[in-house]
Structures are given as structure tokens and as C-alpha cells.
């Protein structure tokens, strides 16, 4: 079977970054920055980049999701990193083996399914480069959900816990609170031999040299802003049980089970005060899966984000996102369950704006970087 256009692209572009390897490294397996390799397999394939979503997968093609990973072949059957858990927010000391692993476990597969239900997913895979000496391999495999039910522990020390199901086998790394997977390099789809350059500098100026007009990209983002899916309170931060997106259960008058809103602080309306259109005007807000509400800006002091037809957001965020029971209180708890409590909002165009979620942590860094 031929490969197609686009595989024919990857592959040769592939092998050219491996043999510039000499530009980081004097090593003769050829090296390859994740990024880089992120970036190339969404160029190639048409993927949605997903690399600053910091959700379980960095690309999207049609409703399979793609976690990519770059790493050495070493004896075939390396420890790499698949998640890492927020030290700060959830705690994994005093706990035994046994309740340590069910935590583990429990956090990883929520973050899976989540982020199958933020992006309308249906199939999750790992995508793996690996580098050897003078070659590059490319292999697949499943993203699976641990199985709880098959769980075996294997060993343990003061900071290392090993386990394995059926499928896969996992370490956990307490001080770090990062879980790592046993990747296998076998089922190769791609072998590509590297030809590492002498002096990749020299190549690069000639190339240069011969370009007589280059064409720079002019780097343009679209503006955003963070906003919290929670209120600080004097104890930290919680999910108040009236308001925000538990709006649903405040009094007054009769409110449906999906009436939410997301909480717009006064700072961003002082500091981003062209951002958002005027109170109560509506515009088109993309989801990650795609689909578009109408949205708008409301409430006194234009304090909230909510969808033009009250239910449509919590719909969306506390059904299909959060998986969240009608009449159940959301809790800042399943937010760092999640390890998500913000959400970007970009504005698009003049009637457009998107969202999407940001890791716990990621609004204070905003409030750091814009006040």
C-alpha cells in the first residue's frame, strides 16, 4: 500500500529535521524537539493542535485524538511520562499501595474521558516517535483506560510505585506526581534512516544564501483572556453553591437543572475593556467539539458569560463535559479531579469567539502576567 501525499511529506520532513540533529547535539541519534514534532504532525495531517490545551492528547484528525510522544529507543521498552498531576491541588501522602493506585487510577481515567467529551471523541492513541542510532521509527498504540478491575501492583520504594493491567504497565512517581507508561516499540509503521549533517549551520546559511526573498511570518494571536471556573474565598477556592456554575440552584424563581454562567472578575473589564461585545449582546461562541451557541455577556457590572438560551451552556459544561447528574452541586473538588478550573476565551472576529479549557494554575498565571 502506497503511502499517501501527506505521509510522503511527514516522513521526508521528519528525516530533515533528524539530520540537523548536529545544531543541538554531537550525538549520532538523531534528535527531535516535541514540539517540533507536535507541530509537524498537525501540518501534515490537517490536525486541530491541541499541544496548548494541556488536556490527555495533543491532535486531533476527524474523532480519533493523538497523544504524541518523542523519545529514545533505548532497550526498547522505556518509562515515559503520560500525566502529571497537580502536587499543589491533590495530595497522595499516607496513602497505602492499594489507595494510592485506585487515586491514580481514578484520576487518569477521568482526565481520558473528559477529554473525550470536551473534543466529541470517540477513539484515543498514542503516536510515538522514537529515535535509535541514525534512524527514526514511528509506531501506534491504543491510549487505553487503566483497568480498574485488573490491576496488579508490582513493587514499590519510598518514591516509585509500579503497577500493570491487563494492557499496559505503569510507574508513579510521588514526588513528582507524574505517572509514566511502558511504551513497547514494536508494530513499527515507519522506518526512516537519518543521515546526521557535519555542519548543519553551513547548510542552513547556503540554503539562506540562495533564498534571494524570504517570507517571515508575521505572528498574529488572537486576543484572549483566562477566567476562572471558580471564586476565591478565604479558605482557597470553591464552587459557591448558588451562583457561577451552580446558578441552576439559586432561589428567586424557577431555574432550569443546565442555567449556569462563568464568572467574568471586574479586573478583566478594566484591564481588557474593549474585549468582550457590550452587555447583552449576543455572538457565536465555538466549542472545542465544534458546535456553536449563541452567547453573551450579562448580569450588572456585565459579571457573567452565559449562553442566549440559559440552559444551553450548562448543557454542555456540566453534562457532557463534566458528566454531572441533574441536581448535583459542581465542587471545585471534581475541577481538580479534572485538573482543569479555567477556561481561554479567544475572540475570533467581531461576532466569534471560542473557548476552552487551561489547567489548574494557568488564571493565576494570567493574573500575574496582565496586572
Not at 259 to 281: S, T
Not at 296 to 303: E, F, L, P, T
Request: proline content about 3%.
Amino acid at each position: 500500500m502506497s503511502a499517501t501525499k501527506e505521509q510522503e511529506y511527514y516522513i521526508k520532513m521528519l528525516g530533515i529535521l533528524g539530520s540537523l540533529t548536529g545544531l543541538f547535539s554531537e550525538s549520532s541519534t538523531p534528535y527531535l524537539n516535541y514540539r517540533i514534532t507536535e507541530n509537524l504532525f498537525c501540518k501534515s495531517f490537517s490536525a486541530k493542535n491541541l499541544s496548548r490545551a494541556d488536556v490527555s492528547v495533543d491532535a486531533i484528525i476527524n474523532d480519533t485524538g493523538f497523544g504524541i510522544k518523542t523519545f529514545i529507543n533505548k532497550n526498547g521498552q522505556t518509562f515515559q511520562k503520560i500525566a502529571e498531576f497537580n502536587k499543589d491541588n491533590i495530595s497522595f501522602r499516607g496513602l497505602n499501595h492499594n489507595k494510592l493506585i485506585k487515586k491514580i487510577t481514578d484520576l487518569r481515567n477521568e482526565r481520558i474521558d473528559t477529554t473525550k467529551r470536551i473534543y466529541g471523541l470517540n477513539k484515543l492513541k498514542y503516536h510515538c516517535i522514537v529515535r535509535e542510532k541514525e534512524n527514526i521509527l514511528v509506531y501506534e498504540c491504543d491510549m487505553n483506560l487503566i483497568e480498574t478491575e485488573k490491576i496488579k501492583h508490582l513493587k514499590s520504594n519510598k518514591n516509585i510505585t509500579v503497577f500493570k493491567d491487563s494492557k499496559n504497565e505503569y510507574a508513579f512517581n510521588n514526588s513528582k506526581s507524574t505517572l509514566y507508561k511502558r511504551f513497547i516499540t514494536d508494530n513499527i509503521l515507519i522506518k526512516i534512516p537519518v543521515k546526521i549533517l557535519d555542519d548543519p549551520f553551513e547548510v542552513i546559511e547556503q540554503k539562506f544564501t540562495e533564498i534571494k526573498e524570504v517570507d517571515y511570518k508575521k505572528t498574529k494571536e488572537n486576543p484572549y483572556v483566562i477566567l476562572p471556573l471558580y471564586s476565591k474565598t478565604k479558605d482557597g477556592k470553591a464552587v459557591y453553591p448558588k451562583s457561577g456554575l451552580n446558578q441552576w440552584n439559586a432561589g428567586g424563581r424557577k431555574r432550569d437543572y443546565n442555567e449556569i454562567y462563568i464568572p467574568i472578575p471586574k479586573w478583566i473589564h478594566k484591564r481588557f475593556p474593549e474585549f468582550f461585545l457590550p452587555r447583552d449582546k449576543p455572538f457565536n461562541l465555538i466549542l472545542p467539539n465544534g458546535n456553536i451557541l449563541s452567547a453573551k455577556v450579562c448580569q450588572d457590572g456585565s459579571k457573567a458569560l452565559m449562553s442566549r438560551h440559559n440552559a444551553d451552556l450548562g448543557n454542555w459544561l456540566l453534562r457532557d463535559v463534566l458528566n454531572i447528574k441533574e441536581g448535583k452541586l459542581l465542587t471545585y473538588e471534581k475541577l481538580q479531579k479534572i485538573g482543569l478550573d479555567s477556561v481561554i476565551i479567544e475572540r475570533i472576529d467581531s461576532q466569534t469567539y471560542s473557548i476552552d479549557f487551561r489547567l489548574i494554575g494557568v488564571y493565576e498565571e494570567f493574573i500575574e502576567e496582565n496586572t
